[in-house]
């Protein structure tokens, strides 16, 4: 389909792109194994655990 659509170019390089990003993503994830670290894959829907990005401080009482 990318052949005839003249984006063969393109969709090989995202397929290559995702492909280095993915071992990049094991390496880390191996290294913070053997560190010792805890790693969970990402949550589901509906999962209790966030993105640590999402948490926020509890608000001051005034």
């Given at each position: 389909?990318a ?5 063969f170019?393109h ?7 995702a492909?280095a ?19 969970i894959d990402?949550?589901v ?8 990005q ?9």
């Open positions: 389909m052949a005839k659509g003249g984006q170019d969709t090989a390089q995202r397929l290559r792109d492909r990003e993915g071992a990049e993503r094991q390496r880390v994830v191996d290294q913070l194994r053997t560190a010792g670290a805890p790693v990402r949550p829907s509906g999962d209790p655990a966030t993105d640590l999402r948490l926020t401080a509890p608000a001051e009482p005034s």
